[in-house]
């Protein structure tokens, strides 16, 4: 396609229009509405696998969006009534639909593309981590986008009906909305009895995925050689409508859709453990001497060492041979609703963490020794407050040897709640012998970090649970 046929078009088309409603639209759901895509390690603009995540979440508005804006654009012919005029041309009708779909295919694409620009410039002041695994996931999201409006032109060249657009927009919409709802997912019940999701294979025919949960979870490469097969069947399937004539070979033109269906069926993982995986690129560690990050905060190293240090110091000082040796960020990729695992001999923190967020200068060691007495145990995904914070924030006392108030992004009613029921323990313990507040503080560090006790009350002389 020549420059010229380009201009062409382009006039003529939907196509610039398209561009510019997926774009905006898209630039003003991240900006001007505040969720998970603004917050923590997982933000859009902090690292560039969770920004090809992000971005590909909005697909579930903008690839109907996409389908209803080319079935539009198939309605061209029929409503400048020249269907019959072109075909006595002796210009190929595939000619004319490639022209046609090339142009809104890549106005789509550039407004894609133009996005994910838009959140990689502000990714590169916030991470020193450069890689290209990101990049499957991007290209994959515009593949979608581009399918699914060569599929809206053909479907709306074949049903040229002013009622085609928005109600292939809807069909869409609600395809990507059971696909991550009801249809596309299987509920279930963790061991502790919390209800969690876990997607179908079927699923993965929406283009759409999941919110970012954890910065080490990407997905896999089948899932990416699925997806392209089906988007590929759809587009296909969308141009051969496009320069389809008769009912015969209109009917012939399901072809490639059926067949792209079946072939990712195949290719696409069963198993939800395959479908996000964990990135061991990022993941992978980078230490300054006991203190270790991952390659997707390295840049935090500087700043979190000499705190770690310290931190380890005060821990070997107060509990001897019991103490952890390391401080390491946690790369564990754990199912949501399951109980987390922690460490005897390292203190395992995610710089999510509550009280790791929260924490300034000398906090930042505080907030690591409670990482290694009371590491918490909310279930993975679920947020959680109440007799750990108190136990932890005595325990943090109790090496520091004087009761701190514990930095927190809770509101300060709560902070000061645990605060005053903190003191109240902290008074109880320090009347004790010395030997007895080492054996309470060794139960209570046992029932937190096996996560099989109540460690308040472990730590006030009750029973564990």
Not at 62 to 83: C, E, I, T
Not at 322 to 339: I, L, W
Not at 368 to 396: H, N, R, Y
């Amino acid at each position: 396609m020549n420059s010229r046929v380009l201009r062409i078009e382009l006039k003529r088309s939907v196509a610039p229009w398209a561009g510019a409603v997926v774009l905006t639209t898209a630039l003003a759901f991240l900006y001007l509405l505040n969720g998970g895509w603004w917050t923590g390690t997982t933000a859009w603009t902090a690292q560039w696998t969770s920004l090809a995540l992000w971005t590909r979440g909005l697909l579930f508005y903008l690839w109907p969006l996409a389908v209803g804006l080319g079935a539009l654009q198939g309605l061209r012919d029929h409503r400048s009534k020249m269907s019959e005029l072109l075909t006595t041309t002796s210009r190929p009708a595939w000619h004319r639909a490639a022209a046609l779909a090339g142009t809104v295919a890549t106005s789509l694409a550039s407004a894609f593309a133009l996005l994910v620009l838009a959140g990689g410039v502000q990714v590169l002041a916030h991470t020193d981590y450069m890689h290209l695994g990101w990049l499957p996931i991007s290209l994959v999201g515009a593949l979608s986008l581009v399918a699914g409006a060569v599929l809206g032109m053909g479907a709306g060249r074949t049903l040229p009906s002013p009622l085609t657009p928005p109600l292939l927009a809807m069909v869409a919409f609600a395809f990507t909305a059971l696909m991550h709802a009801s249809l596309g997912q299987t509920r279930t019940t963790t061991a502790d009895g919390f209800p969690v999701t876990e997607p179908k294979q079927i699923s993965l025919l929406s283009p759409v995925v999941a919110d970012v949960s954890n910065v080490f979870v990407t997905l896999s490469a089948s899932v990416h050689v699925g997806q392209t097969i089906w988007l590929l069947g759809l587009a296909a399937t969308g141009f051969a409508l496009l320069v389809a004539a008769t009912p015969r070979t209109r009917l012939l033109a399901l072809s490639p859709v059926l067949a792209g269906a079946a072939i990712a069926l195949l290719v696409l993982p069963s198993d939800p453990s395959r479908i996000y995986v964990r990135d061991e690129a990022a993941a992978a560690l980078v230490c300054d001497g006991p203190v270790c990050v991952t390659r997707a905060h390295q840049g935090r190293l500087a700043d979190l060492a000499g705190p770690g240090k310290e931190a380890l110091r005060l821990l070997h000082h107060a509990l001897g041979g019991r103490a952890p040796v390391s401080v390491r960020e946690n790369t564990a990729v754990q199912p949501e609703g399951s109980t987390p695992r922690w460490s005897r001999r390292t203190v395992l923190f995610d710089f999510d963490d509550d009280i790791v967020t929260a924490a300034k200068g000398k906090e930042l060691t505080w907030a690591l020794i409670a990482k290694g007495m009371v590491p918490g145990c909310g279930p993975v995904g679920w947020f959680s407050t109440g007799e750990d914070d108190v136990a932890q924030t005595v325990a943090v006392g109790w090496v520091l040897g004087d009761l701190r108030s514990l930095p927190s992004t809770e509101s300060a009613g709560m902070r000061r709640e645990f605060d005053t029921q903190a003191r109240a323990v902290w008074k109880d313990l320090q009347a004790l012998p010395r030997t007895e507040q080492v054996s309470r503080i060794d139960a209570m560090r046992a029932a937190a970090l096996s996560c099989r006790g109540d460690t308040l009350k472990t730590l006030t002389g009750g029973a564990s649970r």
